[in-house]
């Protein structure tokens, strides 16, 4: 059985960091590309950064870019999301998906995890 199990969200105010975890089990992140999407209120999901652990390709929504890192852990079967300075407009659940294609709509995924919660505050 496929899992996916985000961590990490919270509370935080403007300017703040916060780490998301996403620990897969019955797959390798090796040999899959993930991806952090996110969700707020009246809004569609959006892929926020995605990552091929297999040539460490990377790719991020322009409006993260330079704020957040995505990085991978094969040995833990990780994959990680760097959230700094982060914004008001960033508030949303986050969630992790594991697919084959990289950088692509969120229904192109296969395997989800439950989400986790980021609320900026000002």
């Known amino acids: 059985e496929v899992q996916l199990v985000e961590s990490g969200g919270g509370y935080v105010q403007a300017g703040g960091s916060l780490r998301l975890s996403c620990v897969v089990s019955?797959?390798?992140?090796?040999?899959?590309?993930v991806g952090w999407f996110r969700q707020a209120p009246g809004k569609r999901r959006e892929g926020v950064s995605y990552?091929?652990?297999?040539?460490?390709?990377?790719y991020y929504l322009d409006s993260v870019q330079g704020r957040f890192t995505i990085s991978s852990d094969n040995f833990e079967n990780t994959v990680y999301l760097q959230m700094n300075n982060l914004k008001l407009e960033d508030t949303a659940v986050y969630y992790c998906?594991?697919?084959?294609?990289?950088?692509?709509?969120?229904?192109?995924?296969?395997?989800w995890g439950q989400g986790t919660q980021v609320t900026v505050s000002s």
């Open positions: 990552i091929r652990s297999s040539d460490l390709s990377t």
């Open positions: 019955g797959i390798s992140v090796y040999d899959y590309v």
């Open positions: 998906a594991a697919g084959f294609l990289f950088a692509e709509p969120p229904e192109q995924y296969d395997y």
